[in-house]
Structures are given as structure tokens and as C-alpha cells.
């Protein structure tokens, strides 16, 4: 297991080189940047004042050293190599739109995705493992068939969808008023009490924490009841059956532990989550996580920004599936990885 641990690790890195520089070239196709967006909001600035060509608003001189200052007057290979240097030494690079380490503005983002990825993640489990159970127990019931249209009702409604719903009939939109239409507090938080505080900011998770789990909410307890039932029809619950072991005992004696090991691989996704974010439930919402900071980015094109989300989202994913073959060797023990 050491061996294979080891390398896993090894092959993390020509894939995660591989990942960044095909994420770079990408960007290097992709229609402007931050020198074309200054020379730009000169122009426009120019045109405004009335009397100048706006089209000579910046001398190409002074174009020069934009696309110096930027870095963008040496050939991409070279930037490339010099970003993955940084990267080696812990630097992600400074944002262009915000003038600050890529580190810092991550950092100021990715708490609120990750506190909204890990409670939807924890809730979803608390809730659809019971819930996947009692569905394989009573299979084919009028509960069973009721709570699987509700279930995939929800699955078919894409999160954001179901976030504006939620605004127009429950948030102000057009019928009732009991929660706020977005942002995690309100503009007087500062002034409330602690209890006060507590409920302003459980008010204003309460929607977007909603539709976070409804997209896990199906796939997960579809997945529970069809590993249970599979269980369930194994030989060695008939036998234990057969030797008067109640159901109740057997299932959960034998049959749940077993039909926990598809579930509990699925930990793993835990690291994904430090910098994972819905971007449409962030919009919808307003919520300033790492789901519209990435999309922010992108629409001004600050290439430091993207490629330090990209390539941290990508370290946490290949760390997860290691973390998952891991966890797979602890909860079933016949898996052996050499």
C-alpha cells in the first residue's frame, strides 16, 4: 500500500503540469486580457471627453509598458515556465483586477464555498442514508414511489432554477417576504445581538443551503437504497435469517455496513470542496465565494485568478481520489492496491 500510495503521489505532478499548461494555452486563445481591457477604459475615458481620437489615447510607449508591467511582452512559453516556478515556491501570482496575491484573494473567498460545500455535503449524508434505507425496507410501497417522484423532482431542477424560485415566492419576489433575497447578513449585522445575529444569518442560509443540497440530495439516496437492496439479497443475510437473527439485527448488523462502502468512498469529495463553489447559486444569491470569483475572473480576464483556482481545485481532486482508494481498502478489506 506504501508503494502505491507513493506513486500516486509521484504522478500527481506531470498531471498536474499536464492540467495547467493545456488550462493556459486555453486561456492564451481566449479574446483579450488585462492590457486590452486598460487600453480600453483609456479609450473610452477619451471619447468621453470629446475632442481626442480615442483610438490614440495611449501612445505605444505607454502600450509598451502595460503589456510589460503585465508580463505579456515575453512569449507565452516563457510565462508559463515563470508562473510554474512560482508555483513550485508557494506563488500563485498577483491579480490583475485586485492588485493582491492570488493567495489572499483566494483565501478571502474560499471560506464561505467551503463552509456552504462541507454543511450541504454533511447534511446531505445525514439525511439520505436513513432516508435510502427506509426506501430499500419498504421497496415498492405507496411511500417508496411517493418519496421517489418528490426526490427526483427536485433532482430534475437545476439548482440555480430552483434558487429563483425560491426567491420569487418565499424571498420578496412576488408572494411571500420570510426570507432575504441574498447575501449572508444584513447591512445592520453589526448592530444585533448575538441571538439576533445567529437568526439574521441562519435566515439568509436557509435558501441558498436549500438548493446546495438538493444536487446531491437524489444521486445519494438513490445510491444508498439500490446498495442496500443488492445487500439485502446476499446469501449471507438469508443465512443469518435462517438462523433466527431478526431482520432489524441483520440489516443492521450486516447488510448496512456493506451498503455503507459505496457511500463512504465518497468522502473523498470533501477535498474538492475547500475550493469547489455553485456559481449560479452563488449569482442567484449573491454570495461572494470561490464559484463567482472564478467567474469574475474570467470575465476579466485575470489569468493569475484562474489559473491559481484551477490548479488548487485540481491538487484537492487528485488528493480526494487518493484519499477515496484509501478509504476503500479501510472499509472493505478484500480491495488490496499494490
Keep these: 500500500m506504501k508503494n502505491y500510495i507513493l506513486r500516486r503521489l509521484l504522478l500527481m505532478i506531470p498531471t498536474l503540469i499536464g492540467i495547467s499548461l493545456l488550462c493556459f494555452i486555453l486561456i492564451q486563445l481566449i479574446p483579450g486580457g488585462p ?7 483609456a479609450q473610452s475615458a477619451a471619447a468621453m471627453k470629446g475632442g481626442v481620437d480615442a483610438s490614440k489615447a495611449l501612445s505605444p510607449e505607454q502600450i509598451a509598458q502595460i503589456q510589460s508591467y503585465f508580463g505579456f511582452d515575453k512569449p507565452a512559453w516563457q510565462r508559463y515556465i515563470e508562473w510554474l516556478w512560482n508555483v513550485l515556491h508557494l506563488n500563485l501570482g498577483e491579480s490583475y483586477t485586485y492588485g493582491e496575491p492570488v493567495w489572499d484573494v483566494i483565501k478571502s473567498r474560499f471560506p464561505v464555498s467551503l463552509f456552504f460545500g462541507c454543511t450541504s455535503f454533511f447534511l446531505s449524508y445525514l439525511i439520505c442514508i436513513p432516508l435510502g434505507l427506509w426506501k430499500a425496507v419498504n421497496h415498492g410501497s405507496k411511500g417508496d414511489v411517493i418519496s421517489s417522484g418528490v426526490i427526483f423532482s427536485g433532482y430534475v431542477m437545476p439548482g440555480y432554477a430552483l434558487g429563483i424560485l425560491l426567491i420569487i415566492f418565499l424571498a420578496g419576489g412576488s408572494y411571500l417576504d420570510i426570507f432575504p433575497m441574498g447575501g449572508l447578513t444584513s447591512d445592520d449585522f453589526e448592530d444585533l445581538s448575538f441571538f439576533e445575529r445567529v437568526l439574521d444569518l441562519a435566515s439568509h442560509l436557509a435558501l441558498p443551503m436549500f438548493c446546495y443540497v438538493i444536487s446531491e440530495f437524489a444521486f445519494l439516496t438513490f445510491l444508498m437504497k439500490n446498495s442496500t437492496l443488492e445487500e439485502l439479497g446476499r446469501d449471507y443475510m438469508r443465512t443469518a435469517l435462517a438462523k433466527g437473527l431478526s431482520f432489524r439485527a441483520a440489516l443492521l448488523r450486516h447488510a448496512l455496513r456493506n451498503a455503507l462502502i459505496p457511500i463512504a468512498t465518497r468522502l473523498s469529495e470533501i477535498f474538492t470542496l475547500m475550493f469547489a463553489g455553485a456559481l449560479l447559486i452563488e449569482k442567484v444569491f449573491d454570495i461572494d465565494g470561490m464559484g463567482l470569483l472564478y467567474y469574475n475572473s474570467m470575465v476579466n480576464r485575470d489569468y493569475n485568478v484562474v489559473l491559481g483556482v484551477i490548479f488548487l481545485s485540481s491538487l484537492m ?22
Design 35 to 41: 492590457v486590452e481591457e486598460l487600453i480600453s477604459r
Design 317 to 338: 481532486a487528485l488528493v480526494g481520489r487518493l484519499f477515496s482508494d484509501i478509504l476503500y481498502t479501510l472499509v472493505d478489506p478484500r480491495i488490496r492496491f499494490r
